[in-house]
């Protein structure tokens, strides 16, 4: 009797002992627990927003203002492209780009897209541009792009028209050149959105071709 008494109690207490270590080892647990939540909690509150800007710009654009990108072609190989207001008009991707010349209309005030056009100017009809360039209606902004060759076909007509709607460079403009450009139809002085590059043989990028360009910036919209 007195043996298993014995053994009884030492049962009771390894089930007590185990008991304990049983506790004491899920709230340990359960405290890790709380605590990783906690951290969890403080790292998804430090995240750092991405702020998202229209077509990509490097800061976003101020109220009242309409944001742009514009790039020109890489030698004749990949074409240009141009957003306004987070929409692409013209790229590479929607194939509505061409050798030359590519421009796009938008409303200054609404900032509607009116058209857009490519214009070859290695081979094409010089006259179809002119024809465009006058009837842009006033109050217009003009975006343009060039891809492979934009002057070949370049007259003094097209210099003068290009240089009224703000452009420094029109009237350089030549063979396989790059340029990038916004101005407006009705603007007074030269347009501070414009790069242009030289082909030179002794600096170009491409073989035949200068590097392509990339402009992008914030427009104030037209108030009447």
Same mark, same amino acid.
Request: hydrophobic share 40%; with cysteine; proline share 4%.
């Given at each position: $009797? ?10 009771? /207490? ?6 304990? /270590? ?7 647990? +359960? $405290?890790?627990? %709380? ?9 998804? *509150?430090?995240?750092? =927003? ?13 109220? +009242?203002?309409?944001?742009?990108? %514009? ?10 492209? %141009? ?5 692409? /008009? $013209?790229?590479?991707? &929607? ?12 409303? !200054? ?7 857009? &056009?490519?214009?070859?100017? #290695?081979? !094409? ?10 009837? /842009? ?8 792009? *060039? #891809?492979?060759?934009?002057?070949? &076909? $370049? ?11 703000? *452009? ?14 916004? !101005? ?9 959105? @414009? ?11 491409? @073989? !035949?071709?200068?590097?392509?360009? =990339? ?10």
């Amino acid at each position: $009797m007195r043996r298993s008494g014995v053994l009884r109690l030492l049962a009771l /207490i390894f089930a007590l002992v185990s008991t304990w /270590i049983f506790l004491r080892s899920f709230s340990s647990l +359960n $405290m890790k627990t %709380i605590h990783l939540s906690r951290w969890l909690a403080d790292l998804d *509150s430090k995240k750092v =927003e991405v702020v998202r800007t229209k077509c990509g710009l490097s800061k976003p654009c101020p109220d +009242n203002f309409f944001a742009f990108k %514009i790039s020109s072609g890489a030698a004749n190989v990949v074409g240009p492209s %141009i957003c306004f207001e987070n929409l692409v /008009i $013209m790229s590479p991707v &929607k194939n509505n780009v061409g050798r030359g010349l590519n421009f796009a209309l938008v409303n !200054g005030t609404t900032g509607v897209v009116l058209t857009h &056009k490519c214009f070859d100017m #290695y081979s !094409g009809d010089v006259t179809l541009l002119v024809k465009f360039l006058k009837e /842009i209606p006033e109050g217009t902004l003009v975006l343009v792009a *060039s #891809y492979d060759d934009p002057g070949t &076909k $370049m007259n003094d007509e097209t210099r003068k028209l290009l240089t009224n709607l703000g *452009s420094s460079y029109a009237k350089q403009l030549g063979f396989r050149d790059s340029w990038v450009f916004l !101005g407006a139809r009705d603007l007074r002085d030269k347009s501070p959105f @414009e790069q242009f590059l030289k082909n030179n043989p002794d600096t170009n990028k491409y @073989e !035949g071709w200068p590097e392509l360009l =990339e402009l992008e910036g914030c427009v104030p919209q037209k108030v009447y």
